[in-house]
């Protein structure tokens, strides 16, 4: 059950190359030989998993990069019982303390802040259509076809028309490519933001360097790439919803006052609060 609820922990989890599905992840990513190899992840009892990766048996440091790989997608190292202390204190989050509020992450950043990107001012059918195409456009493909998410090298060689004739992605085509450029230039290491000394406000002041990273997008990444659980989304989506579970005002104010007693924890528990009904409703 706490492995359902990474899985199910938001919605960019399940996007291409991811696959959820019985409570199982299956994913396909670039090993350190480049070759590309299905990731499987599944429950193993209550609290353990078991990791395979497709393809011939892996030497030992091998097998154990596709083990931290696994590790850092469920969060695994990050210890959250402070988080389940505050919960266990509030009568509407009290059932969070069961294990829940762990938010899976891509393997690297640069995928997050893609497919983050993604999701702005468009439907969520719209945002499935640009990942995938990404994903079978620019992916490096593997044996059997099946194709890792594109690094930002790959994309940054790749044409401007293939974001706005192939992917589709709108506006967003030339944000794509800007931020692939960015990255791939070295002009911003994503992947040193995942460090906790770092304070928020160098984290957001990085993060809004990148072409079609706004504010939403910030407090985005900080709660399901970076672990970093102190700003609230607040966008068309959230706000109304918690005004049709509280029945309060959907304005920042309320709800930031409703979250301030769990301190740098405020964004994840009313991102729980948010999400257990739709949560619940796919574990039944």
Same mark, same amino acid.
């Given at each position: 059950?706490? &492995?359902?609820?990474?899985?199910?922990?938001?919605?960019?989890?399940? %996007?291409?190359?991811?696959?959820?599905?019985?409570?199982?992840?299956?994913?396909?990513?670039?090993?350190? *030989?480049?070759?590309?190899?299905?990731?499987?992840?599944?429950?193993?009892? @209550?609290?353990?998993?078991?990791?395979?990766?497709?393809?011939?048996?892996?030497?030992?440091?091998?097998?154990?990069?596709?083990?931290?790989?696994?590790?850092?997608?469920?969060?695994?190292?990050? *210890?959250?019982?402070?988080?389940?202390?505050?919960?266990?204190?509030?009568?509407?989050?009290?059932?969070?303390?069961?294990?829940?509020?762990?938010?899976?992450? +891509?393997?690297?950043?640069?995928?997050?802040?893609?497919?983050?990107?993604?999701?702005?001012?468009?439907?969520?059918?719209?945002?499935?259509?640009?990942?995938?195409?990404?994903?079978?456009?620019?992916?490096?493909?593997?044996?059997?076809?099946?194709? +890792?998410?594109?690094?930002?090298?790959?994309? +940054?060689? @790749?044409?401007?028309?293939?974001?706005?004739?192939?992917?589709?992605? =709108?506006?967003?085509?030339?944000?794509?490519?800007?931020?692939?450029?960015?990255?791939?230039? =070295?002009?911003?290491?994503?992947?040193?933001?995942?460090?906790?000394? %770092?304070?928020?406000?160098?984290?957001?002041?990085? &993060?809004?360097?990148?072409?079609?990273?706004?504010?939403?997008?910030?407090?985005?990444?900080?709660?399901?790439?970076?672990?970093?659980?102190?700003?609230?989304?607040?966008?068309?989506?959230? %706000?109304?919803?918690?005004?049709?579970?509280?029945?309060?005002?959907? *304005?920042?104010?309320?709800?930031?006052?409703?979250?301030?007693?769990? =301190?740098?924890?405020? =964004?994840?528990?009313?991102?729980?609060?948010?999400?257990?009904?739709?949560? *619940?409703?796919?574990?039944?």
């Amino acid at each position: 059950m706490i &492995l359902e609820r990474v899985l199910l922990s938001h919605g960019v989890a399940s %996007l291409p190359p991811n696959v959820v599905s019985s409570g199982m992840l299956t994913t396909n990513l670039a090993g350190p *030989d480049g070759r590309v190899r299905r990731l499987t992840v599944r429950g193993s009892g @209550a609290d353990r998993v078991t990791v395979t990766c497709d393809g011939p048996r892996l030497p030992a440091r091998e097998a154990q990069w596709w083990l931290d790989q696994a590790s850092r997608i469920l969060r695994l190292e990050e *210890d959250l019982s402070p988080f389940y202390e505050l919960a266990a204190a509030d009568p509407e989050l009290g059932w969070v303390a069961a294990g829940a509020g762990r938010m899976m992450a +891509a393997p690297t950043v640069f995928e997050e802040v893609v497919k983050t990107i993604c999701t702005t001012n468009c439907s969520w059918g719209a945002t499935e259509r640009m990942v995938r195409a990404l994903v079978e456009n620019l992916g490096p493909a593997g044996r059997d076809g099946s194709r +890792a998410f594109p690094t930002a090298e790959r994309m +940054a060689q @790749a044409p401007l028309a293939v974001y706005s004739e192939s992917v589709r992605a =709108g506006y967003r085509a030339r944000y794509l490519w800007e931020c692939a450029q960015t990255v791939a230039s =070295g002009q911003i290491n994503l992947e040193e933001l995942r460090a906790p000394e %770092l304070p928020d406000d160098e984290v957001e002041r990085r &993060l809004l360097r990148l072409p079609g990273v706004g504010p939403y997008a910030v407090s985005h990444l900080m709660l399901t790439a970076l672990g970093r659980y102190q700003r609230l989304v607040l966008d068309s989506w959230t %706000l109304p919803t918690w005004a049709r579970l509280s029945g309060a005002a959907p *304005d920042a104010r309320t709800v930031e006052a409703r979250f301030a007693p769990f =301190g740098r924890y405020r =964004g994840l528990a009313f991102w729980m609060y948010l999400t257990k009904g739709w949560t *619940d409703s796919q574990l039944g």
